[in-house]
DNA sequence: ACGCGTTACTGACGCGGGTTAGTCTGCGGA
DNA sequence: TCCGCAGACTAACCCGCGTCAGTAACGCGT
């Protein structure tokens, strides 16, 4: 016998240490319901086993089977991705729910605005996609839904027929200040987590909005700053806001701009929340540790990547999957937030 | 001609539509160094576009080509992931790498100590895997490696045979330390962003102890406290070592744990940096913003992610890679570092 | 007219495994 | 005795593509 290379065992080599067919193999391995005696199925059993014989995916999907990977495309901005804290837990979901029905993920961060991710489908390396921050005008997006594929979107766009999961940043963004108005706050400001092009943005300000006017409050224009992922944003923000208007609260629709905000506040001498209360929105790990504890909506990252998962993966197997899943928020009320100074001790009733 | 479904169009519709064999077809598509006439090369790729065709990438790999594909094992526990502030810098670097040769990364988020993901490589899903986080005593880490799969670890691992891509995290301590040192401090304390177990936490620490003992300063047991990842295990080790110490800096491993440390020293009335100098680890999209502006090492996330990639897809080459690669950091110089008080006005020398 | 090298292409096999339509054996019942 | 049938397997085809070994036509020098 000539030294050979070490080469993967086939099932072929499977079938010929057990003494039977390929076609017995492949049975017993995928547990056919063909009558295979005890006795032979163990055999095909052991002889895998010491040859340690693992199938060929590409081989087993060629002949007809799907490919057991599901794309997820990361569709937000390079500066997006990095400053997302929950984005991992995201994954994490994601990948679970995968792993939970024998699938696998591939992940794309597409760079720029290009990117051509279409193919991960055409290409049949995977059986359905997750677009997580879909963009409006998307044409690759549109032509895929166009011919079946099998989309969910994490996230939400309107006007696109694919199922979307997202959370319910209107009905979180409306507790939030719900919460701020029960601690008696009237003049309550707004900043975005972005720009209003972005839906959960637009979502976000509708429930501020929302919770003002259903207290009997117009919200006022001057109260309503644009604030962009990141700290900075925020702290400018916040600092034109205490430029035009006397505010005692403010809802930061976002953690991380929150920080810059608060950051903007302590430049300004205001004390939080002795002087303004501020509640955020999203619950990053850091939240808890702000100076002071930030008062904030819990987004549940992790279960909105198991359920944007879990979507898709139902629409690969054909079932019915709603049009839209909104998760539930909570709110995390911290050290952040307290009665403002004229209602401070008496409890006032509406 | 009756109705037909939708089926993917394969090389054998572009053959024939062109009038040319598969042969033609493959050769034309893959750029084959045949002699194909330009009229006829032409006519294919019109075809093909006509259809819309897409090779088939299983099949493809089937044929005898690789899986064009990268395995991502994220083998830090779930608690890690969630708190991992670069983790997403560090995934797209990892992508951009891959792309930039035509390969996709498979990410797999093993939540406990199991998750068999080297079947990633045994049923010739991926080509190669980088194993970020890799733990000690990982049975299936050795045996991949024994058998010679391209592995590519992120971070260290001693006494394995396969190249590794970490950053320089002694280095980036001693840097760290020398900057307080330089600013008069002598008495330096540290808490390390893990428990010792991890060689990242080890290695940071030695940085430290070595940037004292070359001042001549010989590092005490009671200066030093082992944080674990997130901000409360800071807080706690902050608060210990105030209760045994009187420090004026501390060198804290990682800007998270940081975070709760200067909590913790903001609850025992210690102003930063007045009273204490504090420099973090990791440089963190927030640490610009924290109060104060920690002065902290930046780790090169992206960087670290696109290198370990290349680093993976050379060894997928058969391209020799270097043992170990260590990537370098930088001191970041923000507000909570000052002189120590004895030495605020006139510079000591030594 | 013939040999010989290009140029331009094609036939057929193999990759590894799923699957359908059998084959062969043994046995119970009519 | 012979039919029928269930049990236990197997031969052969197919998935879509890469690729080697040809083949046919053509030009060219002698």
Redesign the interface.
Known sequence: MVAME?R?PTSADVAARAGVSRTTVSFVLNDRPASISPATRERVLEAAREL?Y??????R??AGGS?H?LG?VLRQS?QQ?????L???T??GV??AA?ARGF??????L?PND?PYA??L????ADGVVISGPRLGDRELEALVAEGFPVVLQGSLPGLDAPSVDIDNRAGAKVAVAHLLSLGHRRIGCITNAPLAYTAAQERLEGYEAALREAGIEPQRTWIAEGAF???SG?RAMTELLGRSDLDAVFVASD?VA??AI?AL?SAHRRVPEDISVVGFDDI??A??F?PPLTTVHLPA?ELGHAVGEALLDRISRAIVPRRTLLPTELVVRASTRGSPSTRSPRRDH
């Open positions: 070490a993967r340690g693992h199938p060929h995916a590409p081989a999907q060629l490919s990977t997820l390079a991705v990095a400053g997302d804290a984005l991992a837990e994954l994490r990948t679970n792993r696998r993920v591939i992940v794309e961060a760079d990117g193919d991960l055409r290409s049949g390396r990141d700290a900075p702290h991380v920080f810059g950051g302590r790990p850091l808890a540790f100076d992790y």
